[in-house]
Nanobody, 122 residues
Framework: QVQLVESGGGLVQPGGSLRLSCAASGRIFSLGAMAWYRQAPGKERELVARSLSGGSTNYADSVKGRFTISRDNAKKTVFLQMNSLKPEDTAVYSC????????????????WGQGTQVTVSS
């Protein structure tokens, strides 16, 4: 019903930048919170950044000042601008969104993208 497709991952040197995109498609009446999570090998998945529908954002302490989350509601897309990347940022980054799929119900349903690999290495 709803698909989230990430793009923009890849290999980058320490100190470099990448911009991730996540486009939502399918049965979407409105979008709620959209977020980026990451999971490194051997570690639990962690929240990187979240953008609420009202415009507020929050970030993991480890990425504050380096990463910026933004969204284009008209295009149903959320972005993650990642600057000053460090080797410890290496992980699979996944998009998460809460979607209201029908005007007749106020329920929001949670969806995940398939993930995109980000590798920071020299």
């Amino acid at each position: 019903q709803v698909q989230l497709v990430e793009s923009g991952g890849g290999l980058v040197q320490p100190g470099g930048s990448l911009r991730l995109s996540c486009a939502a498609s399918g049965r979407i009446f409105s979008l709620g919170a959209m977020a980026w999570y990451r999971q490194a090998p051997g570690k639990e998945r962690e929240l990187v950044a979240r953008s609420l529908s009202g415009g507020s954002t929050n970030y993991a302490d480890s990425v504050k000042g380096r990463f910026t989350i933004s969204r284009d509601n008209a295009k149903k897309t959320v972005f993650l601008q990642m600057n000053s990347l460090k080797p410890e940022d290496t992980a699979v980054y996944s998009c998460n969104a809460f979607v209201r799929i029908d005007y007749s119900s106020s329920n929001y349903y949670e969806y995940w993208g398939q993930g995109t690999q980000v590798t920071v290495s020299s």
